[in-house]
């Protein structure tokens, strides 16, 4: 069973930035295909982006040009660096893998999920 593991939430003001990271337990980690989710209170889990074992990717339209994932395989971690935050940032953010390499959209598509990580961004 792989376990995802997500930090570098927090608090941040409008305009700021955060890095998350998601580590993986799986033992062929640089196959996997990586994604993170964002939920906001009320609100249907969303894509956000995603990363291929090859480091393609691929953004959500609303965090294009102001988000950026990335891999380092080395250490099993997937990150997230968000920048220019605004308050409609703010959410519960989901690491995700599928053993299947490649770029996911879908929820349904991804096998393995983290338990989520806060991030709120002040106005």
């Known amino acids: 069973q792989v376990q995802l593991v997500e930090s570098g939430g927090g608090l941040v003001q409008a305009g700021g930035s955060l890095r998350l990271s998601c580590v993986s337990s799986?033992?062929?980690?640089?196959?996997?295909?990586m994604g993170w989710f964002r939920q906001a209170p009320g609100k249907e889990r969303e894509f956000v982006a995603a990363?291929?074992?090859?480091?393609?990717?691929d953004y959500a339209d609303s965090v294009k040009g102001r988000f950026t994932i990335s891999r380092d395989n080395a250490k099993n971690t997937v990150y997230l660096q968000m920048n220019s935050l605004k308050p409609e940032d703010t959410a519960v953010y989901y690491c995700?893998?599928?053993?299947?390499?490649?770029?996911?959209?879908?929820?349904?598509?991804?096998?393995?999920w983290g338990q989520g990580t806060q991030v709120t961004v002040s106005s």
């Open positions: 990363i291929s074992s090859i480091s393609t990717t």
């Open positions: 995700a893998g599928s053993t299947v390499s490649g770029i996911f959209h879908r929820r349904s598509q991804y096998e393995y």
């Open positions: 799986g033992r062929t980690f640089s196959y996997y295909g």
